[in-house]
């Protein structure tokens, strides 16, 4: 069973860029969530995608947006880079959202 | 909204000392609650789980929780801790959102455990 697998690793971009962040989801779920790590923090829900759909979304402004495929994969896309976007994104996937196993993660880093 | 509060921010143990981490949440419905773990250098793991039924949980590596309704509590245990627990620790709950079919999990501020030997 593959576990929940993101890309890249790390990326480095200066403020005013757009990002694109991938992940692939666990072997038998239909869910992925998206959430933002500071520094120092937990993890922040951004949002959620079912079925290819926007099914559920947190306190983030419309310049993050994401995709999700007929594979259950999913994109997370940031549009106008601030300093503040600089965290660690992880990306989760479950089968119908309720115990939900994470991926390693992607470190942004916004100069 | 739902919220959750881990009110040890940072702590030390020594090897074999008995660990307990509070975690307290803020929510008026069915909840699921969950303890995760994220060892230096790697991803997030569940440590263990609440849906329902016994509320005293067990989980990986000898980690065990209560779930206390009337305090809305759900505090993680271990009877001896072992250098290689050291890691951070968070606190979550699973709560529905918007159709009822959405759900998020809400995570408190962590708690960085060390442990020396």
């Known amino acids: 069973e593959t576990g929940v697998t993101q890309s890249p690793t790390h990326l480095i971009k200066t403020r005013g860029q757009q990002v694109t962040l991938r992940c692939s989801s666990q072997?038998?779920?239909?869910?992925v969530s998206w959430y933002q790590q500071a520094l120092g923090q937990g993890p922040q829900f951004i949002f959620q995608?079912?079925?290819?759909?926007?099914?559920g979304r947190g306190n983030f402004p419309p310049r993050f947006s994401g995709l999700q495929f007929p594979n259950y994969s999913s994109e997370l896309n940031v549009n106008a880079l601030e300093l503040d976007d600089s965290a660690l994104y992880l990306c989760?996937?479950?089968?119908?959202?309720?115990?939900?196993?994470f991926g390693p993660g992607t470190r942004l880093t916004v100069l | 909204a739902q919220s959750v509060s881990q009110h040890n921010h940072h702590v030390i143990l020594s090897e074999a000392a008995s660990l307990e981490l509070g975690c307290n949440y803020s929510?008026?419905?069915?909840?699921?609650l969950f303890w995760y773990v994220q060892y230096p250098g790697q991803h997030l793991q569940l440590l263990l789980k609440?849906?329902?039924?016994?509320?005293l949980v067990k989980g990986i590596k000898g980690f065990e929780a209560e779930f206390i309704k009337s305090k809305f509590s759900f505090n993680l245990r271990k009877p001896s801790v072992q250098w290689s627990d050291t890691a951070e620790y968070f606190c979550?709950?699973?709560?529905?959102?918007?159709?009822?079919?959405?759900?998020?999990?809400?995570f408190g501020t962590g708690t960085r455990l060390q442990v020396t030997l």
């Open positions: 989760a996937s479950s089968f119908l959202g309720t115990e939900q196993f």
């Open positions: 072997s038998g779920h239909n869910t």
């Open positions: 995608y079912y079925r290819e759909e926007e099914n």
């Open positions: 929510y008026g419905g069915t909840v699921n």
């Open positions: 609440y849906f329902s039924g016994d509320p």
């Open positions: 979550a709950v699973n709560a529905l959102i918007n159709t009822g079919t959405a759900s998020k999990l809400t």
